[in-house]
């Protein structure tokens, strides 16, 4: 036993756990992604246990131990348990009785190899045992070693019982894999890539969202968009190169932000992504104005003048605008903005100095006289390069008042 699987055995509540369901003839084993992440030195995100014992002996010993109970995922013999803090999600051990590509009908058993069966890829069906042996019936030690992503068992047979395992395939390749995706799970997903039409657009929404957090989701997303699969899911192209590029300048920690990079040009981009994949307004609007910053820095001959970088920040504020220069950076493939993004950085975002109470004020113009003036009073101060003396304020106020009357 490694000195890793020892810390997470005699970590207190994972402890606490195991010994409130092992014994009595029931058996409970770590399972999935924390035993593959410790084998592959990775940190571990969550702790899961699969467990011999029925929802309902879970529950009876867990209130014998006196553990939180939060009753989510219990039709699906899922029991979520809190201890000191944590939540933890213990299964009943099960076999798939009926499938439909999208949820499973299952009848719950006593067999950790079945259970292992049942599960997608070889590298997900590790599990570890109280004693701290490492359970292996579907060659994922093997796999790991090779940081190959396999599918159990028939790949189509896999992805029929549920098409988000397309996903799944490219997510954990990115994730795990290296080189290649495998050949068998990529004609796999390439045959039955149809299936992704029938889900539901949250769940592809918060599978594509992990997919861009991936450590090589560039190389993995050219992969998808040659085969036909991005297409099925944004309605629109992808920019393998461009993400790629973008991480390589300044990685950004954000999801969305990577989802703009692989697939927003302009506005109407983040439209079609906000129906596709169920976006939020306030993340549809951010894809929205970072494309659109990113059309007008484009639309420059050359490099952004302080005055347009200033109409950007006035426009759009500092987040989009650097968004925007971020996504124009990334597809001329340097890093040749960088004077750009300093100034956007250390520039307060200007103010527009007059409102209409100024307008009326200084005009007696009423109604929707005072709104005309104040776009013509914007447009001129944009092009003075946003003066803040105050009589330069006022000279451009009356001639934008003049013009309007």
């Known amino acids: 036993m490694t000195e890793d699987f020892k810390a997470l055995l005699a970590d207190s509540a994972v402890a606490q756990l195991l010994a409130c369901l092992n014994g009595a003839g029931e058996e409970t084993r770590i399972v999935g992604g924390a035993v593959r992440n410790l084998l592959l030195g990775m940190p571990i995100v969550d702790v899961d246990l699969a467990t011999t014992a029925l929802p309902e002996q879970v529950i009876a010993r867990a209130r014998h131990a006196a553990l939180k109970i939060v009753p989510v995922g219990l039709e699906h013999g899922t029991v979520s348990l809190v201890v000191d803090g944590r939540l933890f999600e213990v299964t009943t051990l099960r076999r798939d009785i009926e499938t439909d590509g999208r949820r499973a009908k299952v009848q719950f058993g006593r067999d950790f190899a079945a259970d292992a069966a049942r599960r997608d890829f070889t590298i997900n069906a590790l599990s570890l045992d109280i004693a701290g042996k490492v359970h292996d019936t579907q060659g994922g030690l093997e796999d790991l070693e090779a940081r190959r992503v396999r599918f159990i068992g028939n790949p189509e047979q896999r992805i029929r019982e549920d098409y988000l395992r397309i996903l799944r395939f490219f997510r954990f390749h990115a994730s795990y894999g290296r080189g290649a995706p495998d050949p068998a799970g990529l004609a796999a997903c390439l045959r039955q890539r149809f299936g992704l039409l029938g889900l539901s657009r949250e769940r592809l929404r918060a599978e594509m969202l992990r997919l861009m957090m991936s450590a090589h989701v560039a190389p993995t997303l050219a992969v998808m968009s040659e085969i036909g699969i991005i297409g099925l ?46 976006l939020s307004k306030h993340e549809s609007e951010r894809l929205a104005r970072a494309a659109a910053v990113r059309v007008r820095l484009k639309s420059a001959r050359d490099r952004a003048s302080r005055n347009q970088l200033r109409t950007l920040l006035f426009e759009f504020g500092q987040t989009s605008a650097l968004e925007g220069l971020a996504l124009h950076d990334a597809e001329r493939g340097a890093g040749s903005q960088t004077e750009a993004r300093h100034f956007l950085q250390a520039t307060v975002r200007p103010e527009l100095p007059v409102s209409g109470a100024d307008v009326i004020s200084q005009s007696l113009l009423r109604g929707p006289a005072v709104g005309r003036v104040l776009k013509r009073f914007q447009a001129a101060w944009i092009r003075a390069g946003f003066p803040e003396d105050p009589a330069a304020v006022a000279r451009i106020l009356q001639q934008a008042i003049t013009a309007a009357k």
């Not at 629109?236 to 993400?243: D, F, K, N």
């Not at 990577?258 to 506005?267: G, T």
């Open 233 to 278: 899911i944004t309605g629109g192209i992808a920019y393998p190169q461009r993400l790629a590029a973008l991480l390589a300048l300044s990685p950004p920690g954000d999801a969305l932000m990577r989802l703009a990079a692989s697939f927003v040009s302009v506005p109407e981009d983040a439209a079609r992504l906000y129906d596709r994949l169920r």
